[in-house]
């Protein structure tokens, strides 16, 4: 197992340790592959942040007994990030 926050700050001793065992470098598409993990997060993290917006926002509209808004904030929450 390698650590990929290693392989970030030195891929070129990656490579050069992975040559060294009779293999080919890899780090650049290790690195390529570790962008769209961590853009898919932050993706994912953002439509939670939105969901749970759009939830506080809800249970604020109910407690007021504010049901427009409440219907609003749901609206704008559903579908936060799927099929997209």
Known sequence: M???KSIRDNPAAFDIALTRRGLEPMAESLLAIDEKRRAAILKSEQAQARRNSAS??????KKA???????????????????A
Not at 56 to 61: F, Q, S, Y
Not at 66 to 83: H, I, P, S
């Open 2 to 4: 390698h650590d990929i």
């Open 56 to 61: 506080k926002e809800i249970g604020d509209a």
């Open 65 to 83: 007994k504010d049901d427009a808004r409440a219907a609003a904030a749901r609206g704008r929450g559903e579908g936060g990030g799927r099929g």
